[in-house]
């Protein structure tokens, strides 16, 4: 009883709130030339928001997305656009808790050879999609995921590569049974390789199907699921670290997964071109190398992102390469890793 009583009055009080909100509402509507934009991109991307009051704080949100698209695309001279995607209700801040969980390690990693240090030559450019090797593209959802997909891509490409099978691999497998990661709350690629190879393989998307987008919980691992290796893998390499030559080295070989700092409003709202920046080198997502190339003269990598179709080029960005910091843009450089097989 006690529970449908407290229940009533919440009720009674949305209701009150909703219908006293509706009027400053509809005045910020009516004076705002932008409400019919964010109108339509509600409708757009199927938003739904709970209260009236919740829709005008997304409106103001949204005004100042579109604001910083605006002056951005007015600025000129970029070699890369923003526009408003899903995440154009959110804030910055919001938008890093959500997407951009990825924490780098503290502490010495391990130390192992890198077994493409001393190539004498790579191709000008490679682009493993259109060689076969790259599944469509993934979506974490609201989970801290990205180490997992990231992890992923890179198995997927060197399974491809060895066996001449693409195979699309489980994320939701990692996010429930890697216990040396936890889950939505973030990972790193290289334990996952690294309990991967130690599990016997890693079973498929359709068998062990991706669901912590819409749940944001890590469910309990499936040992009969994990028993099934669709693909394995011997274990994992670093990069030489701080060096764009030697990831190159590496990309010209295989996907390979890359840590980036992924925090600044311009990679929240990129949307083409190859990208230049700003951001910084604080690695907060991951991501998967999966080629490179030049335009007009500009060297940049091509990156798979998880975070669906709709953001970037197709959930691409081509990001500039042999920038003059070795850490490369946005810190790409710092901490790659691939799987071995
Ligand atoms: C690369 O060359 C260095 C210097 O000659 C050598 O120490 C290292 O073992 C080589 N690495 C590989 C993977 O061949
Ligand atoms: C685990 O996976 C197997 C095989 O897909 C399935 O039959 C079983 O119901 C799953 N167990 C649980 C607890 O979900
Ligand atoms: C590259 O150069 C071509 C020819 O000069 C030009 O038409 C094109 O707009 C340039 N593309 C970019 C992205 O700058």
Redesign the pocket.
């Given at each position: 009883m006690a529970f449908s009583y407290r229940c009533f009055v919440t009720l009674l009080f949305v209701l009150l709130f909703g219908v006293f909100n509706r009027a400053s509402i509809s005045i910020a509507a009516v004076d705002d030339p932008l409400f019919p934009v964010f109108e339509n991109w509600i409708s757009e991307y199927g938003q739904v928001y709970g209260s009236l009051t919740e829709k005008l704080q997304r409106f103001q949100i949204f005004k100042n997305n579109f604001q910083f698209i605006e002056s951005t695309k007015n600025r000129g001279g970029l070699?890369y656009t923003v526009g408003l995607n899903k995440f154009a209700d959110l804030t910055n801040e919001e938008f890093l808790q959500r997407y951009a969980t990825y924490k780098t390690r503290s502490g010495s990693k391990a130390s192992t050879p890198f077994m493409y240090a001393n190539l004498t030559s790579i191709p000008t450019s490679i682009d493993w999609r259109t060689l076969g090797a790259v599944t469509p593209i993934k979506d974490q959802g609201n989970c801290g995921s990205c180490w997992a997909f990231s992890a992923v891509a890179s198995i997927e490409g060197i399974n491809q590569i060895k066996t001449g099978n693409l195979i699309s691999l489980s994320e939701q497998e990692l996010v429930d049974c890697d216990s040396t990661c936890k889950g939505c709350s973030g990972g790193y690629e290289y334990y996952a390789f690294d309990w991967v190879a130690k599990n016997g393989g890693i079973t498929t998307e359709t068998n062990y199907p991706y669901i912590s987008g819409t749940t944001k919980g890590n469910f309990k691992c499936n040992t009969t699921k994990t028993s099934d290796h669709a693909a394995t893998i011997t274990g994992y390499q670093f990069v030489t670290t701080y060096s764009e030559s030697a990831l190159a080295n590496a990309v010209a070989n295989q996907p390979v997964s890359i840590a980036i700092d992924a925090s600044g409003s311009a990679f929240q709202f990129y949307s083409g071109?190859?990208f230049t920046g700003p951001c910084g080198t604080t690695l907060d997502h991951a991501v998967t190398a999966v080629g490179y190339d030049t335009?007009?003269g500009t060297n940049y990598w091509i990156v798979k992102n998880s975070w669906g179709t709709s953001w970037g080029e197709s959930g691409y960005i081509r990001m500039q390469k042999d920038i003059s910091s070795t850490a490369g843009l946005c810190g790409l450089a710092i901490e790659p890793s691939y799987p071995t097989k």
């Open positions: 070699t071109g190859i335009l007009n």
